[in-house]
């Protein structure tokens, strides 16, 4: 398809390729706002851009717009395809941009237009009788739009600025063919199936109260789920040579400012008052880490020095972005540092890398990898970025892991390799990053004795595998869609007597699972069979055993798997082996 592009010039695409997706929603972003503008005149247009897997666009409507509107746009987006308009391109001046504006009543594109330089040239497209200032790119004409949906109705503060007016936000997607559109509802619909806000509340992992907006509750089963990954994180680390650390979650402001957080991290930190002077809650656990680091003289023998710690982090995340265990204000940070030499950078980066693919692998995910560099909000010369940058490209070429640059998202202290780990509907998810830093060492004045046996100044690596465990956890919930592997299930097998009469023998079994190491529970309720079965399956509980006359005769149970229904009937003993062999535990 052809695109329209900034300078008018025109660009041969393809939708797999990123500008062309982007062009051709970011089109169906004005033809959605040309609809909105036809039905409802007297509607103001915010911005609409593209976004991963569709667009939005933000209003300001006079009335309550929602969900129930979506039929009488969609038709008239449909009608604009069919006029099949051509977006037309042209450049103006600043001032005569500023009457255009003027003339159509659009304040917001007004406010973008008067923070540009007085030369500059504005951009416009042009379709039909809709206008809009926009740097595009566009696809040519709007019948190239086929296939589209209203998805979503939110509010968004104008220039995400909670002091600014609330607009009303419509979500939509769009795709070059009708297939593909239902190929991604569908996905959609899976992903609804597998919300970790519903499952979690449906086995009762953890819940989210209004006493505590993004601070989660675990409940028991949720609990044995955390402390299931905490305990493997524990063991694969000890494996590795960490040595885990706890810090305070408080400390004061001299600290942060040492570190550069107070500087560059503040609006996202809880702050308190203690005997007249400033303190606040980590949002990190590195600073805590440099202390621990310089309590007593290092030497170059002492490294590579990894030091690890699971640590409760605070911040202070608006409410609007808040999303279950995906995004919150308090969470466990699976937190490590490395120092080292500048000869061993390349090695612990490879080393740390190794160990993420390790856990993703064993969690059945697949991942790619983004290098983050230098943004503009950074400390720091430029000779130690361009060595930080390097060693990780370096540490990145030797592995022959692929990535791709991503410019200026670095941390303000140094680049980062971001692992982005896909689930098993194909969504991707930020979570492992390795980021090297020259700076946080030389604030804290850190120092070692090298070989030579002068002071010298360590090389750190920030680096964290699961990102946070709630986060992690949330993913597991969606990609596992609660019915989680028997070692991560938080109860492995449920044993269901058909009445009280054998409670005694259910109890025996019971016992004698729990003494192996398993996760069992017994159903003693005094409902039937078929219900208790129901409830099991319903629970996501991987193995059910079955208890009745019979089985009591022969000393045995019926089995019944998750998916595969009905197993039989078993010896005890028997089931133990099937529980052993299947129970994957990567320890």
């Given at each position: 398809?052809?695109?329209?592009?900034?300078?008018?010039?025109?660009?041969?695409?393809?939708?797999?390729?990123?500008?062309?997706?982007?062009?051709?929603r970011h089109?169906a972003a004005?033809?959605?706002?040309?609809?909105?503008?036809?039905?409802?005149?007297?509607?103001?247009?915010?911005?609409?851009?593209?976004v991963?897997?569709?667009?939005?666009?933000?209003?300001?409507f006079g009335?309550?717009?929602?969900?129930?509107?979506?039929?009488?746009?969609?038709?008239?987006?449909r009608?604009?395809v069919?006029?099949?308009?051509?977006?037309?391109?042209?450049?103006?001046?600043?001032?005569?941009?500023?009457?255009?504006?003027?003339?159509?009543?659009?304040?917001?594109?007004?406010?973008m237009?008067?923070?540009?330089?007085?030369?500059?040239?504005?951009s416009?497209?042009?379709?039909?009788?809709?206008?809009e200032?926009?740097?595009?790119?566009?696809?040519?004409?709007?019948?190239?739009?086929?296939?589209?949906?209203?998805?979503?109705?939110?509010?968004?503060?104008?220039?995400?600025?909670?002091?600014?007016?609330?607009?009303?936000?419509?979500?939509?997607t769009?795709?070059?063919?009708?297939g593909?559109?239902?190929?991604?509802l569908?996905?959609l619909?899976?992903?609804?199936?597998?919300?970790?806000?519903?499952?979690?509340?449906?086995?009762?992992?953890?819940?989210?109260?209004?006493?505590?907006?993004?601070f989660?509750?675990?409940?028991?089963?949720g609990?044995?789920?955390?402390?299931?990954?905490?305990?493997?994180?524990?063991?694969?680390?000890?494996?590795?040579?960490?040595?885990?650390?706890?810090?305070?979650?408080?400390?004061?402001?001299?600290?942060?400012?040492?570190?550069?957080?107070?500087?560059?991290?503040?609006?996202?930190?809880?702050?308190?008052?203690?005997?007249?002077?400033d303190?606040?809650?980590?949002?990190?656990?590195?600073?805590?880490?440099?202390?621990?680091?310089k309590?007593?003289?290092?030497?170059?023998?002492?490294?590579?020095?990894?030091?690890?710690?699971?640590?409760?982090?605070?911040?202070?995340e608006?409410?609007?972005?808040?999303?279950?265990?995906?995004r919150?204000?308090?969470?466990?940070?699976?937190?490590?540092?490395?120092?080292?030499?500048?000869?061993?950078?390349?090695?612990?980066?490879?080393?740390?890398?190794?160990?993420?693919?390790?856990?993703?692998?064993?969690?059945?995910?697949?991942?790619?990898?983004?290098?983050?560099?230098?943004?503009?909000?950074?400390?720091?010369?430029?000779?130690?970025?361009?060595?930080?940058?390097?060693?990780?490209?370096?540490?990145?070429?030797?592995?022959?892991?692929?990535?791709?640059?991503?410019?200026g998202?670095?941390?303000?202290?140094?680049?980062?390799?971001?692992?982005?780990l896909?689930?098993?509907?194909?969504?991707?998810?930020?979570?492992?990053?390795?980021?090297?830093?020259?700076?946080?060492?030389?604030?804290?004045?850190?120092?070692?004795?090298?070989?030579?046996?002068?002071?010298?100044?360590?090389?750190?690596?920030?680096?964290?595998?699961?990102?946070?465990i709630?986060?992690?956890?949330?993913i597991?919930?969606?990609?596992?869609?609660?019915?989680?592997?028997l070692?991560?299930?938080?109860?492995?097998?449920?044993?269901?007597?058909?009445?009280?009469?054998?409670?005694?023998?259910?109890?025996e079994?019971?016992?004698?699972?729990?003494?192996?190491?398993?996760?069992c529970?017994?159903?003693?309720?005094?409902?039937k069979?078929?219900?208790?079965?129901?409830?099991?399956?319903?629970?996501?509980?991987?193995?059910?055993?079955?208890?009745?006359?019979?089985?009591?005769k022969?000393?045995?149970?019926?089995?019944?798997?998750?998916?595969?229904?009905?197993?039989?009937?078993m010896?005890?003993?028997?089931?133990l082996?099937?529980?052993?062999?299947?129970?994957?535990?990567?320890?």
């Amino acid at each position: 398809m052809k695109i329209t592009m900034k300078d008018g010039s025109m660009r041969e695409v393809g939708f797999h390729e990123e500008a062309g997706r982007n062009a051709f929603r970011h089109t169906a972003a004005h033809i959605l706002a040309q609809a909105v503008r036809r039905l409802y005149p007297d509607t103001k247009c915010a911005i609409g851009p593209a976004v991963a897997d569709g667009f939005y666009y933000d209003f300001d409507f006079g009335f309550r717009f929602s969900e129930e509107n979506f039929a009488q746009v969609e038709a008239e987006m449909r009608k604009i395809v069919k006029e099949n308009l051509q977006l037309k391109h042209f450049t103006t001046d600043r001032k005569k941009a500023l009457e255009i504006l003027e003339e159509r009543k659009e304040p917001y594109k007004i406010e973008m237009l008067k923070e540009l330089p007085e030369d500059a040239e504005i951009s416009f497209f042009k379709q039909g009788e809709y206008l809009e200032m926009c740097a595009g790119p566009h696809v040519t004409y709007t019948s190239a739009i086929k296939s589209f949906k209203l998805l979503s109705v939110a509010g968004a503060y104008w220039r995400g600025d909670e002091k600014n007016k609330m607009l009303t936000r419509i979500y939509g997607t769009a795709f070059p063919e009708e297939g593909m559109l239902e190929e991604y509802l569908n996905r959609l619909e899976e992903a609804r199936k597998r919300d970790h806000r519903k499952l979690g509340k449906e086995l009762g992992l953890f819940t989210l109260l209004e006493e505590g907006p993004g601070f989660p509750f675990f409940l028991p089963k949720g609990l044995i789920l955390k402390n299931l990954l905490i305990d493997y994180w524990r063991k694969i680390h000890a494996r590795e040579g960490y040595v885990e650390i706890s810090t305070p979650i408080m400390l004061n402001r001299r600290l942060w400012e040492t570190s550069g957080h107070w500087e560059h991290y503040r609006d996202k930190m809880y702050t308190t008052v203690i005997d007249g002077a400033d303190f606040a809650i980590k949002p990190m656990s590195c600073p805590g880490g440099m202390l621990v680091y310089k309590m007593e003289p290092r030497s170059w023998r002492d490294f590579p020095m990894r030091i690890s710690e699971l640590g409760l982090i605070h911040r202070n995340e608006k409410s609007g972005t808040l999303h279950g265990l995906m995004r919150v204000r308090c969470c466990t940070q699976d937190d490590a540092h490395i120092f080292m030499t500048p000869e061993q950078i390349q090695d612990e980066i490879k080393g740390v890398a190794r160990l993420i693919d390790q856990v993703y692998s064993d969690f059945g995910f697949k991942y790619h990898v983004e290098l983050s560099t230098r943004p503009e909000n950074s400390i720091g010369s430029d000779e130690d970025w361009e060595m930080a940058t390097n060693g990780l490209k370096s540490a990145l070429d030797d592995l022959k892991l692929p990535y791709v640059v991503n410019e200026g998202d670095g941390a303000f202290y140094g680049p980062k390799i971001d692992f982005h780990l896909e689930d098993s509907i194909g969504r991707t998810w930020q979570c492992g990053t390795i980021q090297l830093d020259f700076q946080l060492p030389l604030r804290f004045q850190a120092e070692y004795i090298g070989e030579d046996g002068r002071k010298h100044r360590p090389v750190m690596i920030h680096r964290v595998v699961f990102g946070s465990i709630e986060r992690f956890l949330g993913i597991l919930i969606e990609h596992y869609a609660g019915k989680f592997p028997l070692w991560l299930s938080p109860v492995q097998v449920k044993i269901l007597p058909i009445s009280d009469k054998y409670l005694g023998y259910a109890k025996e079994i019971e016992s004698f699972l729990q003494k192996e190491g398993f996760r069992c529970e017994v159903d003693r309720r005094t409902e039937k069979i078929g219900y208790k079965i129901r409830a099991a399956q319903l629970e996501k509980v991987p193995y059910m055993l079955i208890i009745g006359e019979k089985e009591v005769k022969a000393g045995c149970v019926s089995v019944r798997e998750r998916e595969q229904g009905d197993l039989g009937s078993m010896m005890v003993e028997e089931m133990l082996g099937i529980l052993h062999g299947e129970e994957g535990y990567m320890f």
